[in-house]
């Protein structure tokens, strides 16, 4: 049973300045995305769920850290897409089970600052 947490990080990159102008300013949302999965022979192919699929800004931008868990395996990243992504092993553990972090930029989620004061 693969777990799916979904996290929405608010992360403001916003870089003030000391005058008093007013700016728009987008404060670019990251999601993360954890779970566990197994391999199978080496091989594992991890699907986002539809929603998140759906919101990915940048899909090359999308980064993913694997860790195996109770045993060592040499896995590495095939593919990654707004779907999700594909990893294979051809040493350690072929059938492993790991950990996986995601993140990316969301394109529906973004908030709007209007005022800057400093």
């Known amino acids: 049973m693969k777990k799916?947490?979904?996290?929405?990080?608010?992360?403001?990159?916003?870089?003030?300045?000391?005058?008093?102008?007013?700016?728009?300013i987008a404060a670019p949302i990251k999601v993360a995305l954890t779970g566990r999965a197994k391999l199978s022979n080496g091989f594992c192919e991890v699907k986002f769920p539809r929603k998140i699929s759906e919101i990915i800004f940048e899909p090359y931008d999308i980064k993913v850290l694997i860790v195996p868990y109770r045993s060592?395996?040499?896995?590495?990243?095939?593919?990654i897409n707004e779907y999700?992504?594909?990893?294979?092993?051809?040493?350690?553990?072929?059938?492993?089970?790991?950990?996986?972090?995601?993140?990316?930029?969301?394109?529906?989620?973004?908030?709007?600052?209007?005022?800057?004061?400093?």
């Open 4 to 24: 799916i947490m979904l996290i929405l990080i608010l992360t403001s990159f916003i870089y003030a300045q000391k005058s008093e102008i007013d700016r728009e």
């Open 72 to 79: 060592w395996s040499g896995i590495y990243i095939l593919e």
């Open 84 to 118: 999700g992504f594909k990893c294979k092993s051809e040493t350690g553990d072929l059938n492993a089970e790991f950990d996986y972090f995601v993140i990316c930029k969301s394109k529906k989620l973004r908030t709007k600052i209007s005022e800057i004061k400093k």
